[in-house]
């Protein structure tokens, strides 16, 4: 597996709250993808980030926020938790490193939030 | 509206059988993806074709691509119960200023039955 790790593993918070959820690769990719995966809407793409301090919207951006101020790093927040935030997020990387292609992706384990 | 489709939402087969899965997408694109994900983990990149390549083979995998019909196939040859999980497809159709994302389907389920 590529080396991409997320923390935390598991949260339960409370609606209201603050949420910040890590993603962490040692690949040294230039890509990093923040998705959602919920039953019967498979993946979306929250957030992604070209490089550092670059940043864009995905198809299911509001209510979240993200930071890349490391090429290792990518942060996303939610900084007020809804119960419609319940869900499995996951980190996902690429880009030319390796031999690896642009387009193909590599995943963390994801962090399952739930917002009571 | 979801740029891939898989197809059938589940599909349950006996082990050692071939399990077939099928992708159709709206608009052109340069490649398309399968991916794997078991229960409880994060996917992984199975298999990349291009839109130039028609069919592709890795191990017991076999994808083909139909630009035409705008459709992928995936084909598990001789199943076994470590392939049970979901497949999704991916495709790059949409491009923020040039920037490399994909777009998911919702899945196949497999089951490889004992």
């Known amino acids: 597996d590529a080396g991409i790790t997320q923390s935390p593993r598991h949260k339960v918070t409370e609606t209201g709250t603050p949420v910040t959820l890590r993603c962490h690769q040692t690949?040294?990719?230039?890509?990093m993808y923040w998705y959602r995966q919920d039953p019967g809407h498979g993946l979306r793409l929250i957030h992604y980030?070209?490089?550092?301090?670059?940043?864009d919207k995905g198809e299911v951006s509001d209510g979240y926020s993200v930071s890349r101020s490391k090429t290792e790093d990518f942060l996303l927040t939610l900084e007020s938790a809804t119960s419609s935030q319940t869900s499995v997020y996951f980190c996902?990387?690429?880009?030319?490193?390796?031999?690896?292609?642009?387009?193909?992706?590599?995943f963390g384990p994801g962090t399952r939030l739930t917002v009571l | 509206s979801q740029q891939g489709e898989e197809d059938p939402q589940a599909l349950s087969i006996q082990e050692g059988e071939n399990a077939t899965m099928n992708c159709s997408y709206k608009?052109?694109?340069?490649?398309l993806q399968w991916y794997r994900q078991n229960s409880g983990r994060g996917l992984v990149h199975l298999i990349l074709?291009?839109?130039?390549?028609r069919e592709k083979h890795s191990g017991r995998l076999r994808v083909t691509l139909d630009t035409s019909k705008k459709s992928s196939s995936l084909l598990i040859t001789a199943s076994r119960a470590a392939d049970t999980a979901s497949y999704f497809c991916?495709?790059?159709?949409?491009?923020?200023?040039?920037?490399?994302?994909?777009?998911f389907g919702k899945g196949t389920r497999l089951h490889i039955l004992p």
């Open positions: 996902a990387i690429s880009g030319l490193a390796g031999g690896f292609s642009y387009n193909e992706q590599f």
């Open positions: 690949e040294n990719h230039r890509y």
């Open positions: 980030s070209y490089g550092v301090k670059d940043t």
């Open positions: 608009t052109s694109i340069n490649n």
């Open positions: 074709i291009r839109s130039n390549e």
């Open positions: 991916a495709t790059d159709v949409l491009k923020f200023g040039g920037d490399d994302k994909i777009i």
